[in-house]
Every structure is written in structure tokens, then in C-alpha cells.
């Protein structure tokens, strides 16, 4: 579709990434330590520890992109990196609950490198991102892709 627009650069959205996959958890870290969730050893006894720490990072999601996603499809590192997500079959701005409940999701997949034969997920949901669509996994399952903002839209 060439309706004037033009698709973030690979490079863009992998910076974008970065630095949402810097300050999410950080602030999570923060709310983790502000919570005392896991103070005690006896914490660690059941799950629960688990189910506020996932809580918390939903939370920290939210508070840092909810309103820039739900105003004009940005995280804070897509907002820094000039880019945003828009419906793949219109320039206007894909509807807060896919970017919410079906792209987000997609994003705690960077962090299961933590079990080595899950590593293959992450991989699957960003090759596609070398394709002439620059669509990830993630793009498809919720009808988005991503551009440049209309003040980085001229050449570089």
C-alpha cells in the first residue's frame, strides 16, 4: 500500500526496541523494590512472587506507553526514534486494544533468552522484519505496520 507514508527503517525499530526493552523493565525493577515484593526469602515459597512481578511489568508497560500508544501508536522509544504504528491497510492509528492485547504481548518473548531452547520465538516474531513489508510476526497477528512520523518523513 503506498499511501504516502513511509515504513520505519529495520534499524529505527530495532533502536525503538532497545530502548523500550531498557526502561519497561526498569521501571518495573523499581515498583518491584518500591512493593517489597520479593524482600524475604519466604516470599519465594510460592508463586504469587511471580504473578505481582507480572503485574508490575504490565503496569510499568502501560505507565510508560499507554497514552503515547493510545494518542498516536508510540512507545517512548518509538516517540524518541521518529516512528509509529499505524493499520496496515490505512495511515490512521491502529486501535489501542490491538497494540495493547494483541502486539504487546509479543514483547515479553525478548526476555525468554533467559531459557535457551526458547530463544527460536523472538527469532521467529522479528525475521520476517527482512522482508520488503518490514512486518514482524507481531505487525501481522494485529493488522499494523509501522512508519516514520510525519516530521521524519522527508529523506535522510
Not at 27 to 49: G, H, I, K, R
Not at 54 to 63: D, G, Q, T
Request: contains cysteine.
Amino acid at each position: 500500500m503506498n499511501d504516502g507514508q513511509v515504513l520505519a527503517g529495520r534499524w529505527r525499530r530495532l533502536g525503538a526496541t532497545a530502548v523500550d526493552a531498557v526502561l519497561v523493565p526498569s521501571l518495573t525493577v523499581l515498583l518491584v523494590m518500591a512493593f517489597e515484593v520479593m524482600e524475604d526469602p519466604e516470599d519465594f515459597t510460592s508463586a504469587w512472587w511471580m504473578w505481582w512481578v507480572l503485574l508490575l511489568a504490565v503496569a510499568s508497560y502501560l505507565i510508560l506507553n499507554g497514552h503515547g500508544l493510545a494518542r498516536n501508536g508510540q512507545t517512548l522509544g518509538k516517540r524518541l526514534f521518529g516512528i509509529a504504528v499505524v493499520r496496515a491497510d490505512a495511515s490512521e492509528p491502529a486501535p489501542f486494544w490491538k497494540l495493547i492485547c494483541v502486539r504487546a504481548p509479543f514483547f515479553p518473548l525478548l526476555f525468554v533468552v533467559i531459557y535457551p531452547p526458547l530463544i527460536v520465538l523472538p527469532l521467529l516474531d522479528l525475521l520476517p522484519i527482512l522482508g520488503k513489508s518490514r512486518r514482524c510476526l507481531h505487525d501481522r497477528a494485529a493488522g499494523t505496520r509501522v512508519v516514520r512520523t510525519t516530521a521524519l518523513n522527508r529523506k535522510e
